[in-house]
């Protein structure tokens, strides 16, 4: 169901902002009277259009911290997902915090996104990717801020280890009702029906139905014969191009144009072997036909791409990545916490009360305050089985905001300090 309001008139809606300390949202559409991200300025946009919908009732491209925020609706779902957390941190903590000013407001709640990111990404996800003991081996227990460290991203991280996730994309959106069954309304869709398709999310259910498919469906299982689906490789859409592109072509190409070392210089950075001939691929590539394809395809091992021999290695025990894009990832994650002097672990960040407040929060949680599910796994990256692997979400802890409650006099020196 499409929910419509008047657009206000851009004066209100700035002060409305200045005023509360909140992110710019959708003015024309609502998801069951929440939020969705504003469309970019740009109109006409270049997002795909409802076929059967007529040009005055266009849906614009999304606008997010990133110009990627629409290229699939999932992903559009996490991004609105977190715009919605940041309002209401904003909202409840004006409320605890009337004194507060707007800007305040804004960079407390953004201060706890931030932390959350950081809590969720390094609690929930990475061990899950790396696995427990290359987490252990390349990150371990959090010692505290280095100054000596560079936080920066690197490039065989960005360009190459991190895109391993290409692998794990699922070709079928599926959208479930309240019993996390297929909704005969909303059929499920290929990856490629959703590409800058932004209608889809305001005019078929909203959130709800989409994040249903993403918990209770899992993700796509990395083969070392089937690496990445054919909606990626035969039919991805990219706005500036007009026909189809093959993202493994992309991801390969694109280390090659950023001038990663190869695959066995990177192996050696880790402190693994080299690998010099077929026998020794076959030691990290347990599918012998995919190894031999890799040799006939590059001749010697020194010549392979990191994004693919990273990717075609056998995964270590207990995660989603081998032994190498393990290591490029933790080194990374290390990097990225520990130096860091605003990590939410360090001392003068939060106070010890509030840190064991965040601590509470997770994924689910934000999914149950910020959507109509009212019913999610405890561990929203952990694939589960309806209903008996779910909780209701009164049973999902999450943030106690009142240890942010502060006097006035509190407040008025936190604005002269910050100012």
């Known amino acids: 169901m499409i929910h419509y309001r008047q657009e206000e008139s851009a004066c209100l809606f700035t002060v409305h902002l200045l005023k509360e300390g909140l992110l710019r949202t959708n003015v024309r559409y609502y998801d069951n009277d929440r939020e969705y991200l504003p469309f970019i300025d740009q109109v006409p946009s270049p997002c795909a259009q409802d076929p059967n919908s007529d040009e005055a009732e266009r849906i614009e491209c999304f606008m997010a911290g990133d110009s990627r925020s629409s290229e699939v609706i999932s992903l559009t779902a996490m991004h609105t997902l977190w715009l919605r957390e940041h ?14 000013s707007s800007e305040t407001v804004y960079q407390e709640a953004r ?13 929930d ?83 709800d139905p989409l994040l249903r498919g993403i918990l209770a469906k899992s993700a796509k299982l990395l083969m070392q014969d089937q690496m990445m689906n054919e909606e990626l490789t035969e039919r991805l859409v990219v706005l500036s191009n007009n026909g189809s592109l093959d993202l493994a072509s992309l991801d390969l190409q694109r280390g090659r ?61 207990g995660a989603r990545t081998g032994p190498l894009f393990a290591c490029i990832i933790g080194k990374q994650m290390k990097a990225l916490r520990e130096g860091d002097r605003f990590w939410w672990e360090n001392s003068h960040v939060f106070t010890e009360t509030q840190r064991h407040e965040l601590r509470k929060h ?12 009212s019913e999610v796994p405890p561990d929203a990256f952990q694939f589960g089985k309806f209903p008996q692997d779910f909780e209701s979400c009164d049973n999902i802890p999450g943030i106690n905001l009142e240890v942010w409650q502060e006097s006035n006099q509190q407040g008025n020196l936190r604005i002269k300090y910050l100012y």
């Open 257 to 317: 144009d950023h001038g990663l070392p190869g695959y066995n210089d990177w192996r050696e950075f880790c402190g693994l072997p080299r690998l010099e001939t077929q026998i020794d691929l076959n030691t990290v590539i347990a599918n012998r036909k995919v190894a031999e394809k890799i040799m006939e395809l590059y001749s010697n091992p020194n010549n392979i791409d990191v994004w693919l021999g990273g990717l075609a290695e056998n995964f270590l025990p």
């Open 87 to 100: 309002n209401r941190l904003a909202k409840a903590l004006k409320k605890l915090n009337r004194h507060w």
């Open 362 to 373: 997770s994924l689910s949680r934000i999914i149950c305050d910020n959507t109509g599910l």
């Open 125 to 207: 996800y990475v061990p899950k990717i790396i696995g427990p003991e290359a987490f252990n081996q390349y990150l371990g227990l959090y010692k505290g801020y280095d100054h000596r460290i560079n936080p920066t991203a690197s490039n065989v991280f960005s360009t190459a280890a991190f895109r391993f996730g290409h692998a794990t994309i699922h070709p079928i959106i599926r959208r479930l009702n309240a019993q996390y069954q297929d909704d005969p309304d909303l059929p499920s869709l290929h990856m490629h029906e959703v590409f800058f398709s932004p209608w889809r999310l305001i005019k078929e259910g909203g959130l």
């Open 111 to 123: 201060k706890i996104v931030g932390a959350l990111h950081q809590i969720i990404t390094l609690r």
